[in-house]
């Protein structure tokens, strides 16, 4: 008993640091893929080889403000004020779903992040331990900055569209530093759906979805906000 006790020990141990490793090397090198991009690819490697995956990231200094600003808006507005989780959003969720047929969730961007680079898509309960653990240590060890930095990169947002670098590319033909108010806000609007939503033919949802989240984004402070907080 004694001897596995010490096992689980060195391999928690071993895992931590492996894990923690690896969000040092994050931090400042951009990951070649995710395991969202990987588990959301129909042919999985096949696909990445055949370039069918348009996933280049980029540094945040090269998007135009509006962009992290509409996520943010969109996504999680007390990104710069909560460690990981919007409990306050959360306890509201709950409450929501009791009345509700669509669940609605309370991910924060961090979260998101977490899920993204290292998790599985699934609803059981070890895989949200496994985000929250994610969670918590993204918080510790990565800057706000480079939190967003690294949704804005990896996010979905399109059919095997991934960043905002191709999002940019493929929906208006330039790069994402000249993105507008009105287009980056409809980026966001496909958030957290982007299969079923296009930004060039949208829908009266997501036209009315674009309006709510540009609102948004002038009473959180504008562009003067995000560029005061990054």
């Known amino acids: ?18 894990v923690i490793f690896l ?18 690819t129909t042919d999985n490697f096949k696909s990445l080889i055949d370039n069918d ?12 403000l509006y962009v992290p600003l509409a996520v943010i808006a969109s996504e999680d507005q007390r990104f710069f004020e909560h460690f990981g989780f919007d409990f306050e959003q959360i306890e509201k969720a709950i409450k929501e779903n009791e009345h509700r047929k669509r669940i609605r969730g309370a991910s924060t961007i961090t979260m998101q992040v ?5 998790l599985f898509p699934s609803k059981i ?7 929250a653990y994610y969670t918590v240590l ?9 939190i967003i930095e690294v949704y804005l990169n990896s996010a979905e947002m399109g059919k095997n569209i991934y960043g905002i670098y191709e999002a940019s ?32 033919k949208p829908s009266s949802y997501l ?10 984004m002038d009473l959180i402070g504008g562009r003067l906000y995000i560029k005061k907080m990054l």
């Open 207 to 216: 036209l009315h979805r674009r309006i709510k989240i540009m609102e948004q």
């Open 53 to 64: 995956v348009k996933y280049k990231p980029i540094s945040i200094n090269k998007v135009s």
């Open 23 to 40: 969000l040092l090397f994050f931090r400042v090198v951009n990951p070649a893929s995710t395991a969202f991009i990987y588990t959301n």
């Open 125 to 131: 309960f070890f895989r949200k331990a496994l985000e």
């Open 138 to 146: 993204i918080e510790c060890l990565w800057s706000k900055k480079r």
């Open 169 to 200: 590319k493929i929906y208006y033909k330039k790069a994402p530093i000249k993105l507008s108010k009105l287009e980056s806000a409809t980026i966001a609007a496909v958030l957290p759906n982007p299969k079923k939503r296009n930004p060039l």
């Open 1 to 18: 008993m004694v001897k596995i006790f010490k096992v689980l020990f060195r391999t928690f141990i071993v895992f931590n640091l492996w």
């Open 114 to 118: 977490a899920k993204n680079l290292f």
